[in-house]
């Protein structure tokens, strides 16, 4: 399976952004899809999850209540909506698909498949 990242851009702290993440090749309906984000100079953590039929997501900490993981099945689309940016939100998103047992879920092992990255800038 392949994806492609995209929806990344410039915001400004208190703004927001759509990122999106196209699935094509050999897909497969039961695999989970996730966020992760890699800041300059830091390692890449989880941010988003959500399971094979959209029924149970999964958010960083610092995420929580700010951001919305969702996926179009039919379509074979991941979506992350980001509200309320934040300055320490910038990084490189990245897209991931996999079958991640129920506690693995933040946990890039679990992921098999990985998109390119889209690189988000939230200015104070």
């Known amino acids: 399976v392949q994806l492609q990242a995209s929806g990344g851009g410039f915001a400004q702290a208190g703004g927001y952004l759509r990122l999106s993440c196209a699935a094509s090749?050999?897909?497969?309906?039961?695999?989970?899809m996730a966020w992760f984000r890699q800041a300059p100079g830091k390692e890449r953590d989880f941010v988003a999850a959500i399971n094979w039929n959209g029924g149970a997501t999964y958010y960083a900490d610092s995420v929580k209540g700010r951001f919305t993981i969702s996926r179009d099945k039919a379509a074979n689309r991941l979506y992350l909506q980001m509200d309320s940016l934040k300055p320490e939100d910038t990084a490189v998103y990245y897209c991931a698909t996999g079958i991640p047992i129920l506690s693995s879920y933040g946990f890039q092992s679990a992921y098999n498949s990985w998109g390119q990255g889209t690189k988000v800038t939230v200015s104070s």
């Open positions: 090749g050999r897909t497969n309906s039961r695999t989970a």
